[in-house]
Nanobody
Framework: QVQLLESGGGLVQAGASLRLSCAAS????????MAWYRQAPGKEREFVAA????????NYPDSVKGRFTISRDSAKNTVYLQMNNLKPEDTATYYC???????????WGQGTRVTVSS
């Protein structure tokens, strides 16, 4: 069982940066692939970033590639999402997820809200 707690959301202007954090409970954090998803009001949940358990591979959709970076710190049981050059269309609730692979995410956090004003 893994519990995930996101933090770092907020209200920023377009062009600003934010770093989201996701703290995971348990001693098996290093075994899990991690990912970030987001959901804007009235829209479906959207994949944002993923990182393998080893941290050696990452994946992003074109909408955030070059602006967002996912990373993990196994010593702190934490995964991060560095978001640069934020745009109003990045406004959403961001969720952290964990699973045995990036295609099998079994655990989800409660989300942290990001609002980007124009």
């Amino acid at each position: 069982q893994v519990q995930l707690l996101e933090s770092g959301g907020g209200l920023v202007q377009a062009g600003a940066s934010l770093r989201l954090s996701c703290a995971a409970s348990g001693r098996t954090f290093s075994r899990y692939a991690m990912a970030w998803y987001r959901q804007a009001p009235g829209k479906e949940r959207e994949f944002v970033a993923a990182i393998t358990s080893s941290g050696l591979r990452t994946n992003y959709p074109d909408s955030v590639k070059g602006r967002f970076t996912i990373s993990r710190d196994s010593a702190k049981n934490t995964v991060y999402l560095q978001m640069n050059n934020l745009k109003p269309e990045d406004t959403a609730t961001y969720y952290c997820a964990a699973g045995t692979t990036t295609d099998s995410l079994n655990y989800w956090g409660q989300g942290t809200r990001v609002t980007v004003s124009s």
